[in-house]
């Protein structure tokens, strides 16, 4: 069974490819440091439609 969201794997590939840490993430991303890294590291942290939204904008986005 897999413990993390799709969202969470996406966030950690996007982050080993670019190099960028949860800090300058949420800084796109306009999302708190701690809401950033929560969603990462906890199973059970359900993101909201506009925190999905958010990240995916900032990952699309980012020139790297």
Known sequence: MNTFSELA????????ATQL???EV??????SVERV?????SA????TDEEVA?????????PG
């Open 26 to 31: 949420a800084l796109g991303s306009q999302l």
């Open 9 to 16: 794997l996406e966030l950690i590939e996007f982050e080993k």
């Open 54 to 62: 958010l990240l995916r904008r900032f990952m699309q986005a980012y």
């Open 44 to 47: 059970s942290s359900n993101p």
């Open 21 to 23: 840490n949860d800090n």
């Open 37 to 41: 890294h929560d969603l990462k590291s």
